[in-house]
């Protein structure tokens, strides 16, 4: 069953090249077209629809944040997040013109149940992303895209989370072909770029060497800080519960830009950080997040950068640098992401700890 790795969670993250590629499979006609016949919503809602929440939990949360850069810049319809527990305790604004996407490995989680039972009641129509079938969450929703990322047995969330950020992508660019492409191209160089991340993602894992190299040097750290700028924040939030969760480090995740706001005070000299650069085909974006590097580094921060293949500018900075293949700006957490999970995963085996077990932790959380 671990198709020879120690692990679950090793054979999971191997597995992500396989869990993109599949979600992606079938999902367009010969002319390039999406089609999501499975999508049981009318498409005169989805034309309509004039705001998206995306309820989720977890690391599934973090694929709707990413989901939201997305959606909005494909479609300018306006994208919440909302943590599926918090949700319906606030009296949101929910009608017949809202899409509430829910997002959901194992589609037993009950907040997200309870979630979408609320947005349901309020009228709004619920489009699942699952990858269980014949879940809870894929029966109680309205519409379901099924991600196929198989059966995820670790309890920490890896292979599930990159098919779901594919998902989302389909998803908004199939409301984007719905709604007349006003604000992007056609969906074909789209699909054409994602069809590429498969092999971006065996790329990083036929590297991973390098990453466990210095996971294994860093058995004894007692805190670590993950800091990303637009979708590379979500990815840095990921990173930083993934080692929560498997290594039992503290670790916390920060948009890079609020550094100046307060967490820049918790860098020591020694400080390990890790910083998911932007691509440098997006400068403006890019530089900010270098200077962030300088930043850290001037006060004595150990930098761990993860940035694309042919970024030298961050070089100079940067005491460990992963490398990524070029990506699309939107894409990149497909690939960005990696890195993070096997030095979390590496961490935690070379502290000689249940990966697939870690305390505490249910694979589905069935009580609210
Ligand atoms: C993290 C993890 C959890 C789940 C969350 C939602 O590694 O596994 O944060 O992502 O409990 O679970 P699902 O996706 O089953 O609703």
């Not at 997305?70 to 009608?95: G, K, Q, S, T």
């Not at 098919?163 to 709604?179: D, E, K, M, P």
């Not at 990524?324 to 030095?343: E, S």
Request: with cysteine; glycine share 6%; proline share 5%.
């Amino acid at each position: 069953v671990k198709d020879g790795f120690d692990t679950f969670m090793d054979k999971e993250i191997h597995d992500q090249p396989k869990a993109v590629a599949d979600t992606l499979l079938g999902r367009h006609d010969d002319d390039g077209d999406l089609v999501l016949d499975e999508l049981r919503v009318d498409e005169s809602v989805l034309r309509t629809v004039d705001k998206i929440i995306v309820v989720a939990c977890g690391t599934a949360a973090y694929a709707g944040h990413v989901a939201k850069y997305a959606v909005e810049h494909w479609c300018r319809i306006p994208v919440e997040v909302e943590l599926a527990h918090e949700f319906r305790y606030r009296d949101p604004v929910v009608n017949v013109r809202t899409l509430v996407v829910a997002i959901s490995q194992s589609g037993e989680t009950m907040d997200t149940i309870m979630a979408i039972r609320h947005a349901r009641e309020q009228g709004a129509k619920v489009l699942a992303i699952v990858n269980t079938h014949g879940s809870t969450i894929a029966r109680e929703s309205d519409a379901v895209l099924y991600t196929h990322a198989g059966p995820e047995v670790a309890v920490a969330s890896t292979k599930a989370f990159l098919a779901q950020i594919t998902a989302c992508y389909l998803v908004g660019l199939y409301l984007s072909q719905l709604r007349g492409y006003k604000y992007v191209d056609e969906v074909a160089g789209y699909l054409d770029e994602l069809g590429k991340l498969p092999a971006k993602i065996q790329d990083i894992l036929d590297r991973e060497g390098e990453i466990k190299a210095v996971a294994e040097a860093m058995k004894d750290t007692s805190s670590v800080l993950f800091l990303g700028r637009h979708v590379g924040y979500p990815v840095a939030l990921e990173g930083a519960l993934k080692l929560k969760e498997l290594a039992y480090i503290h670790a916390e995740g920060f948009a890079a830009g609020e550094l100046k706001h307060g967490p820049i005070a918790l860098i020591e000299p020694g400080q390990p950080v890790f910083v998911v650069v932007p691509t440098p085909r997006r400068p403006t974006l890019h530089n900010k997040v270098v200077s962030n590097i300088q930043e850290i580094r001037a006060r004595g921060a150990r930098t761990f950068v993860i940035a694309e293949e042919g970024d030298e500018a961050v070089t100079e900075y940067a005491d460990v640098v992963f490398r990524v293949p070029q990506t699309p700006t939107l894409m990149m957490p497909l690939v960005t992401v990696v890195p993070l999970q096997i030095f979390a995963c590496a961490l935690a085996g070379a502290k000689g700890l249940d990966v697939d077990q870690p305390r505490n932790l249910a694979k589905s959380v069935t009580v609210e």
